[in-house]
């Protein structure tokens, strides 16, 4: 069980454009879902926290008009990448936690951004 | 500020040796430390989380210890294999309730 998937597993996009990322939690209800971006041989950095109807809550340094996230129900939020400029060129990963004391994160696939 | 450090020299190693990784951490006072796996264009995968209060961890062939005062965690491979290659990444609770991971180590193991 705990099954994170994302979609698209890659994308590419022209600069100016929007992109929206799936991230859906496929065998059990998640209160809380993350957001990651990793650029090569970097940690993975928290974009930002949401949960489930409640508005995201971003980490400092990130524009929340340009990286739209939507958590509409438990088993569903979504990333959208408004305007996309090449640098926002990155791989982006869910993750969800069950919430309720229980910390593990289950981690998606991750999505390949690429703005040309 | 928060620290997360792991060597981020490839650590290359023979088939059936032990493969050793170190976590060192700054300015945290954690309750626990993960780690997980990471294969190239894949997310992470979780794989042990030890507590405060546990000086080793044991799962299958995966051996994490826990040093508070050091402020270290160590993870080991056991009998390593080639499909142990991957990115191996710690992570700590931090600040405000964020888990926060370091940039990992690559494991190499060759036949």
């Known amino acids: 069980g705990a099954v994170v998937s994302q979609h698209p597993s890659w994308v590419i996009c022209k600069s100016g454009t929007s992109v929206k990322i799936e991230c859906r939690s496929l065998?059990?209800?998640?209160?809380?879902m993350f957001w990651y971006r990793q650029f090569p041989k970097q940690s993975l950095m928290l974009m930002a926290t949401?949960?489930?109807?409640?508005?995201?809550?971003?980490e400092q340094g990130v524009e929340k008009d340009k990286f739209l996230i939507n958590h509409a129900s438990l088993t569903l939020s979504t990333l959208t990448v408004t305007s996309a400029h090449p640098e926002d060129s990155s791989f982006y990963i869910c993750?969800?936690?069950?919430?309720?004391?229980?910390?593990?994160?289950?981690f998606g696939p991750g999505t390949r951004l690429t703005v040309t | 500020s928060q620290k997360i450090e792991q060597n981020s020299e490839a650590l290359n190693i023979q088939e059936g040796k032990t493969a050793t990784l170190t976590c060192n951490y700054t300015?945290?006072?954690?309750?626990?430390l993960q780690w997980y796996r990471q294969d190239p264009g894949r997310g992470p995968v979780f794989l042990l989380l030890?507590?405060?209060?546990?000086k080793e961890k044991r799962k299958e062939r995966l051996k994490v210890t826990f040093d508070t005062t050091l402020k270290q965690s160590l993870f080991h491979i056991t009998a390593s294999q080639p499909a142990d290659s991957a990115t191996y990444l710690c992570?700590?609770?931090?600040?405000?309730?964020?888990?926060?991971f370091g940039a990992g180590t690559q494991v190499v193991v060759t036949p």
């Open positions: 993750s969800a936690s069950r919430g309720g004391g229980q910390d593990e994160q289950y």
């Open positions: 065998d059990f209800q998640a209160t809380t």
């Open positions: 949401s949960n489930e109807g409640s508005k995201a809550t971003y």
């Open positions: 300015n945290y006072s954690p309750a626990y």
């Open positions: 030890i507590r405060e209060n546990e």
């Open positions: 992570a700590l609770r931090g600040s405000w309730g964020k888990l926060q």
